[in-house]
């Protein structure tokens, strides 16, 4: 990886990082009780979720902890080895790895990951910034993916 790729994509992965992780101490230490945020349809509402991507397989411990990190490396191999993809593919998959890195950790640290985004006008889970980065990333990469010209890349 060129030393310039490397900064850029540096870059990228810390500011997700710092971002949610900043989110996260902000939600578990002041966030006492579900704050409205913009009526009938945001609010901040502090959960801990033991499973994956949207409270899906919860309490399955350590088999999640090893699954993410076992994936999350397969993720970061295949980026680092210069894949044939356009740069704005990799910058998803950059954020993905990043976005399911900040998850790890918290799963690895407290055996829960820190949710406080809550939806209100569907009834779906409550999410982090992390899972916004995995999501619009993981989303972004296959539409471009799945939908690039066959000559241009």
């Known amino acids: 990886m060129r030393f310039k790729k490397g900064l850029e994509v540096g870059i990228v992965v810390f500011a997700v990082l710092i971002l949610d992780r900043i989110t996260k101490y902000w939600a578990m230490n002041f966030l006492n009780e ?6 009938n349809i945001l609010q901040w509402r502090y959960c801990k979720n033991t499973g994956v991507a949207f409270s899906a397989l919860s309490d399955t ?16 191999v295949y980026l680092l080895r210069k894949p044939q993809i356009s740069k704005v593919v990799q910058f998803c998959l950059w954020a993905v790895l ?3 890195l900040s998850n ?9 990951v820190v949710d406080f985004i809550e939806l209100l006008f569907v009834n779906f889970a409550v999410f982090n910034i992390a899972d916004c980065f995995i999501t619009v990333g993981a989303t972004l990469a296959a539409c471009l993916l799945f939908f690039r010209k066959e000559d241009a890349q």
């Open 34 to 39: 579900p704050r409205i945020f913009i009526p």
């Open 61 to 76: 411990g350590v088999l999640v902890i090893w699954l993410s990190a076992i994936m999350l490396a397969l993720l970061a």
């Open 98 to 100: 990043a976005g399911g």
């Open 104 to 112: 790890l950790y918290d799963r690895i640290r407290w055996g829960f």
